[in-house]
């Protein structure tokens, strides 16, 4: 066996094959118990990297995968991200979003399901992108697969790809019209995970559950941080609200991981499935993406009895701080991941400790600049830093703080309000169980603070008894003058609230 580095791998086959791992553990395993080992991922990685090689396709050479989450998704961007450059795509894309994504990203092959991804397969044809199809196989290895129509061809000597080749490219979740085009190279990934590891050792002994879109940044960094650790990958279609404890119960992960979006369902779900709690192996509950709400954390820890562990990463950075894994840690503290992090003001210069201001990162984790968008790259770095956008500060400790997005932040008359302060007050009223705040216009201050609530199943409070129990709790500037009851919360495909539009969206302009 090969032996553990101190130093981390700098692709991502090397993570595989190179880091240490015991090559006949299991590496991926799907809900039904099929299992494929490190050895095995590795054999089928050189058998399609060959196989590829052989039909004309070259290192850097640009793959778009459009597949449904699951071991299938999973091995095939280990796969081709191995030998090429993958763009994983959300299978449930309009038209219009193939279009614009397969042109932009210069995809020269689409993968594609056998009998399935039809929309993605003509949008293709017609752009002249070649389609390459999947067929999965029958054996009982998770997530393997053949090519259609490549059994024939001579393989070569499988041409691996190098650390700063481009691995990945994966497009923001912003709300822009034209989302902006992120490379991810292979040793991005590995700093990532390598930070990662050092910040939160897993384990060979840990089974992974994931139920993040694997087309997404966070799903992508869980495959590459759950491999550098050893573990197993559970493979799962998504999230699915009648499905989740069966499977708790059945494949019984270490750690799960799933969006804040989702973690207030699986609340609702515990008085009928305190039996598979009180038999699950859990030792930790993994969320990211957005912040989750003080009291979702707390009753998450209270039900479960283990650490919920918060990473907070963006699509640019794999990897800027998490909060510790202990039961009851500071709510909202997070310890830096990334080897470099300031607080800098608008002028790009930094902040003293409890200042409130932008979070800069710089290190080997963070992208190099967004593809073909000079201007994007001008206004997101300065002096070798990648300004985030999101908006935070240091305590005394050296624990970071979220406070939102700085786009997001409301200037109301000059003074301003963070949303997560304002969501967070809200939630602490017992009736309500998701809130979100957001600037509406105001003809004299410019910008008001107004909110989105969604009360507890059998609960109800006023509009005027909601506010007046927010100031005891906030200055009297940050209470929210309307209040808007829903049913929910509209979110975008990432489980993200659009603050900035949400005025428009509940028809309030």
């Not at 309009?94 to 993605?120: D, H, I, N, P």
């Amino acid at each position: 066996m090969p032996e553990r580095p101190s130093q981390p791998s700098l692709t991502l086959r090397e993570i595989v094959f190179f880091n240490g791992q015991d090559q006949g553990a299991t590496a991926i395993e799907d809900l039904d118990g099929r299992k494929t080992t490190y050895g095995q991922l590795h054999d089928h990685v050189s058998n399609v990297v060959g196989m590829l090689n052989g039909a004309g396709f070259r290192r850097n050479d640009r793959i778009a995968i459009a597949l449904p989450n699951g071991p299938e998704l999973a091995v095939a961007v280990v796969a081709l991200t191995c030998g090429f450059t993958t763009i994983p795509l959300d299978p449930n894309e309009t038209t219009f979003e193939y279009e614009r994504y397969l042109q932009r990203v210069r995809a020269k092959a689409l993968l594609v399901e056998r009998e399935s991804g039809q929309l993605a397969r003509k949008v293709a044809k017609d752009l002249g992108v070649e389609i390459i199809e999947l067929i999965k196989s029958e054996d009982s290895r998770a997530g393997m697969f053949s090519l259609l129509g490549f059994d024939g061809i001579d393989k070569r000597e499988p041409e691996f790809a190098k650390p700063e080749d481009i691995a990945n490219i994966l497009l923001t979740s912003g709300t822009t019209f034209r989302p902006k085009i992120v490379p991810w190279t292979h040793s991005m990934i590995c700093w990532g995970a390598y930070y990662n590891q050092l910040s939160l050792p897993l384990t060979p002994s840990d089974r992974y559950l994931i139920t993040n879109p694997f087309f997404h940044a966070g799903g992508l960094s869980n495959i590459s941080r759950a491999l550098y650790g050893g573990g197993t990958i559970i493979c799962s279609p998504g999230f699915q609200r009648s499905e989740f404890f069966r499977w708790i119960d059945q494949v019984q992960p270490t750690i799960y991981s799933t969006p804040p979006a989702v973690q207030q369902s699986i609340i609702e779900m515990v008085k009928e499935n305190i039996g598979v709690i009180s038999r699950s192996r859990l030792r930790f509950i993994r969320t990211g993406m957005t912040s989750l709400p003080s009291k979702t954390l707390k009753k998450l820890e209270e039900v479960f009895g283990v650490p919920v562990v918060e990473l907070y990463s963006s699509t640019e950075v794999n990897g800027i701080g998490q909060s510790a894994l202990c039961m009851g840690h500071r709510l909202g503290a997070l310890k830096p991941v990334a080897p470099e992090i300031e607080i800098m003001d608008e002028n790009g210069n930094e902040l003293h400790q409890g200042e409130l201001g932008e979070i800069a990162v710089r290190g080997p984790n963070v992208f190099k600049g967004y593809e073909d968008d000079p201007d994007a790259n001008k206004a997101a770095f300065v002096d070798g830093w990648f300004r985030t956008g999101d908006l935070g500060y240091f305590d005394g400790e050296g624990y970071l703080y979220l406070r939102g997005r700085v786009k997001e932040m409301i200037n109301k008359g000059g003074m301003k309000v963070a949303p997560q302060d304002v969501e967070e007050a809200i939630m602490e009223h017992p009736a309500v169980a998701e809130a979100v705040a957001f600037p509406v216009p105001h003809p004299t201050l410019g910008e008001d603070v107004a909110a989105a609530v969604v009360l507890k199943k059998g609960q109800n409070v006023s509009e005027n008894d909601l506010r007046a129990s927010l100031f005891d709790r906030l200055a009297y500037f940050k209470v929210p003058t309307r209040i808007i009851f829903v049913e929910s919360i509209p979110k975008g495909a990432t489980g993200k609230a659009n603050r900035l539009d949400m005025a428009q969206t509940l028809a309030l302009l």
